[in-house]
């Protein structure tokens, strides 16, 4: 039975190239894998579209029903961002930079959860360990999701290991530029043009359940702010419609990139409890928190402490 490498839901650069990678690793030591992910290669976010052309990487196969079969999960641990039926597959390993979600296993697995700003980093470790030389265009890849993740270096999430991982791996990629790699994909990610609201929404969401109450939360990565000013209105009743489906909070970082912090739309049972926990204030449906730049470490944390997590 072939293991299942699969990234988390509304898949990230990050999490696409992870499958890619852990898949080639996986088979380089004797394992039958095969690279997946909770999308079709035709709904893949910009960014990573223009990733995998850039290094002529094949995209991961659909997998979106996990039932009966061996699963190896990178760049997420928690069920909600799984496959469906994730509970009745065979989790064999995890790979990750995140909190340890709720994940459990019958049998011990191989689990590679580290702090540092992306699972291609914890990928880099791994192969070196492993003795397995990375192909220049997986490498090629992986350096270009890490580069995403800690925003060009810029995020708080962002380590030396990070740093020292783009160091190594723009050498195998054959990459002299990462800035203008950074900026070519900053140009994809930040598109809007012929966009739907909920797409846009969705093109980097994630839910998360804190206690008991489900809370949504995405990003939109921009140059500048003034090029989502004529959508606001329409992106805020875009929310609207994904907080009435079952979710006490829904928050959407409109993250200017070149300012350092967020623009952080807010659609809450509870917006009182919202701007306390970032020491804010709603200027209408949003509020502007400087620094802000990463889920993870800023926006996520700040919200379980308010709910008491």
């Given at each position: ?17 992870s499958?890619?990678a852990?898949a ?15 999308s079709s290669?035709?709904k ?8 995998l ?8 196969e659909?997998?979106m029903d ?9 760049d997420?641990?928690?069920?909600g ?7 009745d ?6 790979v990750?930079?995140?909190k340890?979600g ?15 700003g992306?699972t291609?980093?914890v ?8 003795g ?5 265009d ?27 991982a783009?160091?190594?791996l723009k ?6 530029d ?14 809007i ?14 839910d998360?359940?804190m206690?008991g109450?489900k809370?949504g939360c995405?990003?939109?990565e921009?140059a500048?702010?003034?090029q989502?000013?004529d ?12 907080k009435a489906?079952?979710?006490?909070t ?6 200017d990139?070149?300012?350092e912090g ?12 919202v ?12 509020m ?9 470490k ?8 308010a709910?008491g997590?």
């Amino acid at each position: 039975m072939s293991i299942c490498v699969v990234g988390h839901s509304n898949p990230d650069t990050d999490s696409v190239t992870s499958a890619i990678a852990y898949a080639h690793l996986l088979k380089a030591q004797g394992q039958d894998a095969v690279a997946c992910m909770q999308s079709s290669a035709d709904k893949l976010n910009p960014e990573s579209a223009t990733v995998l052309a850039r290094f002529n990487l094949s995209a991961p196969e659909e997998l979106m029903d996990v039932a009966g079969k061996q699963v190896a999960l990178v760049d997420f641990s928690d069920i909600g961002q799984g496959p469906a039926n994730l509970k009745d597959a065979e989790v064999v390993a995890i790979v990750d930079h995140h909190k340890i979600g709720d994940v459990t296993t019958n049998n011990p697995i191989v689990f590679n959860a580290q702090p540092v700003g992306c699972t291609g980093t914890v990928l880099n470790e791994m192969y070196k360990l492993a003795g397995v030389a990375i192909p220049k265009d997986i490498a090629g890849g992986m350096l270009a999701a890490i580069l995403s993740d800690t925003v060009n270096f810029k995020s708080p999430t962002c380590t030396d290991a990070d740093k020292a991982a783009v160091a190594e791996l723009k050498v195998v990629a054959g990459v002299d530029d990462t800035e203008g790699l950074f900026m070519d994909m900053l140009k994809a990610k930040s598109s809007i043009a012929g966009v739907s609201m909920e797409d846009l929404v969705f093109r980097d969401y994630k839910d998360f359940d804190m206690n008991g109450k489900k809370v949504g939360c995405g990003q939109l990565e921009l140059a500048t702010l003034d090029q989502v000013a004529d959508i606001r209105e329409d992106l805020y009743k875009a929310l609207e419609t994904v907080k009435a489906d079952g979710r006490h909070t829904v928050l959407f970082m409109l993250t200017d990139v070149v300012k350092e912090g967020t623009d952080l739309m807010v659609v809450s049972d509870d917006t009182a409890l919202v701007e306390g926990a970032f020491a804010g204030k709603l200027d209408g449906n949003s509020m502007w928190v400087d620094g802000m730049m990463s889920r993870k470490k800023q926006t996520v944390p700040n919200m379980q402490k308010a709910f008491g997590c």
